[in-house]
């Protein structure tokens, strides 16, 4: 398998824009997780799936940002419109059971909002 | 909630010694798992070690291991023998164990570790 794939690795837009950010998960992972890296907060979780549907998305920071999981094999992030607080590296990552396996994660969208 | 705190924002040693990365966490959960993650300029972000709450015995992978005190609710991560490819972010990280409720990673805000030739 190729592993968690993120698209696109860098995206960069003007503030106002509609953003998507994309992922293909581990085939037969269960688990799908969207992080976001900053300097000032870190790693935080925003929002998780269990068999494509939401589970925890107590970490999504506003109503601007939303997130699906339309099939098993893909998943999208949304921040409408963007700002330049948003500017971060997003990750996906997926697992099988994570109490039970390593979560993998993608090489992360670096965005940046302008 | 759970936090997970890092004290040691950057740390340099030379190639081949050992280092140490100091974790702490709170929690007032008794089943939970740690992590040590590793990120590299890459920026992927890479699985180094983990440890079930529940097993007393300390985690080891080559030249990675754990000390893990669950009293102190403490988790530090010892590199043996460093090399330059150890040179990166290390984040640990806390999960809830099943029932908990939260499925996803907390984690730190990391040590950058620089290997010196």
């Known amino acids: 398998d190729a592993g968690v794939i993120q698209s696109p690795r860098h995206e960069v837009t003007e503030m106002g824009q509609e953003v998507t950010l994309r992922c293909k998960p581990i085939s037969g992972h269960d688990y799908l997780f969207w992080y976001r890296q900053t300097m000032m907060r870190g790693l935080e979780l925003l929002i998780y799936?269990?068999?494509?549907?939401?589970?925890?998305d107590s970490g999504m920071p506003e109503d601007r940002f939303s997130a699906k999981m339309p099939n098993a094999s893909f998943s999208t992030l949304k921040i409408q419109p963007s700002e330049p607080r948003d500017s971060a590296v997003y990750f996906c990552?997926?697992?099988?059971?994570?109490?039970?396996?390593?979560?993998?994660f993608g090489q992360g969208t670096r965005l940046t909002v302008v | 909630a759970q936090t997970v705190t890092q004290s040691q924002p950057e740390m340099s040693v030379q190639e081949a010694e050992t280092v140490t990365l100091s974790c702490t966490y709170d929690t007032s959960e008794n089943n939970y798992y740690l992590f040590w993650y590793k990120q590299p300029p890459s920026r992927q972000m890479i699985l180094v070690i983990r440890?079930?709450?529940?097993?007393?015995q300390n985690a080891t992978e080559n030249r990675f291991s754990v000390n893990f005190q669950k009293a102190a609710k403490s988790f530090s991560l010892k590199i043996s023998d460093s090399q330059l490819g150890d040179t990166a972010m290390y984040f640990c990280?806390?999960?809830?164990?099943?029932?908990?409720?939260?499925?996803?990673?907390?984690f730190g805000k990391g040590t950058h570790l620089i290997i010196q030739p």
């Open positions: 990552a997926s697992s099988l059971d994570p109490t039970d396996s390593e979560a993998f």
């Open positions: 990280a806390f999960m809830m164990g099943p029932g908990g409720g939260a499925d996803g990673l907390t």
């Open positions: 440890q079930e709450a529940y097993k007393q």
């Open positions: 799936f269990n068999n494509n549907v939401p589970i925890d």
